[in-house]
C-alpha cells in the first residue's frame, strides 16, 4: 500500500482536501486530531509531558489544552520539547494504522506539520495544499473567530508554504481559480496506478520461483 502525506499551512485547506479523498474511499489519518487522543490515552506519553509541564498538564485525567498552549506560547525551547515527545509517538502510530489497513491501494496521512514532524519520512508522496496568504487568514479568522494578529502569529511558527512546495510531489491549489474535486481526482489516479506499478513490483512474476 502507497503511503501518502497531505499537508499545508493553517487554512490552507488540508481538511477539506482529505474529506474529498475520503469521498473516494481513501482512509485519512488527522493526525492533529490523533496526537491529542494520544496525549490523553498513551500512559507513558501522558507521563512524560506531567514530568515536563507539571502536574496542571491534566486535570482529572483529561489533557488541559489551554493550560499547554499558554506554556508553551511563546516559550519555544519548551515546545521543541513538547514536540520532542509527541511526535515519534504519533509517528510509530500512524504507521502502525497504516500496517493494519487492508485492501486500499493507498492511505493518507493528514498534518500541518507533517515535514518537522519527521512523519514525511515514512511516507511515498506528500501533496501540499497552498492557499494565498489573505485568504488563507480570511478562512481561519471566519472558522476560528480570531483576530487578524492571532491567525499571523500562528503563522510565523510554521514552515513557510514556499518551503513545502518545494518538498513536494503534487501541489493542489486552494485559490478560488483551480477547481478543487479536478486536482483531487487527477492525483487520485495517479496514486492508483502508482499504486498498482508497486504492486506488480512486488508480486513474483510468472517466470519466478
Ligand atoms: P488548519 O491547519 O487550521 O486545520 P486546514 O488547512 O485543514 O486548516 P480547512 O479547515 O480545510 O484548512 O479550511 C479552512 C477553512 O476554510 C474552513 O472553514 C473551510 O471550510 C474553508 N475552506 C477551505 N477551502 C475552501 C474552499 N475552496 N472554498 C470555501 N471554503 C473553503
Redesign the pocket.
Known amino acids: 500500500m502507497l503511503k501518502t502525506g497531505v499537508t499545508?499551512?493553517?487554512?490552507?485547506?488540508?481538511?477539506?482536501?482529505?474529506?474529498i479523498f475520503e469521498l473516494l474511499g481513501v482512509p485519512v489519518y488527522y493526525a492533529?486530531q490523533r496526537a491529542k487522543e494520544l496525549m490523553q490515552e498513551d500512559k507513558h506519553l501522558a507521563e512524560a509531558i506531567r514530568q515536563l509541564m507539571g502536574p496542571e498538564a491534566y486535570v482529572e485525567g483529561k489533557l488541559n489544552r489551554q493550560f499547554i498552549a499558554e506554556k508553551v506560547f511563546n516559550n519555544k525551547p519548551l515546545l521543541a520539547k513538547l514536540n520532542a515527545l509527541v511526535h515519534p509517538v504519533v509517528t510509530r502510530d500512524v504507521k502502525q494504522w497504516m500496517e493494519h489497513l487492508e485492501q486500499v491501494p493507498y492511505a493518507i496521512e493528514?498534518s500541518?506539520i507533517l515535514f518537522e514532524s519527521g512523519s514525511h519520512r515514512i511516507l511515498d508522496t506528500i501533496i501540499v495544499?497552498y492557499?494565498p496568504q489573505a485568504e488563507?487568514i480570511r478562512?481561519?479568522q471566519?472558522?476560528?473567530q480570531l483576530t487578524y494578529e492571532q491567525v499571523i502569529a500562528r503563522m510565523r511558527n510554521q514552515m513557510p508554504d514556499e518551503e513545502k512546495v518545494k518538498m513536494a510531489d503534487f501541489v493542489i491549489y486552494?485559490d478560488?481559480r483551480h477547481s478543487?474535486i479536478k486536482q483531487v481526482l487527477a492525483i487520485h489516479h495517479i496514486l492508483l496506478s502508482m499504486s498498482r506499478e508497486e504492486f506488480k513490483g512486488s508480486a513474483p512474476s510468472p517466470t519466478e520461483g
Open positions: 499545508g499551512g493553517i487554512g490552507s485547506g488540508k481538511t477539506t482536501v482529505c474529506k492533529d493528514e500541518a495544499v492557499a488563507r478562512r481561519v471566519a472558522r476560528d486552494n478560488m478543487l
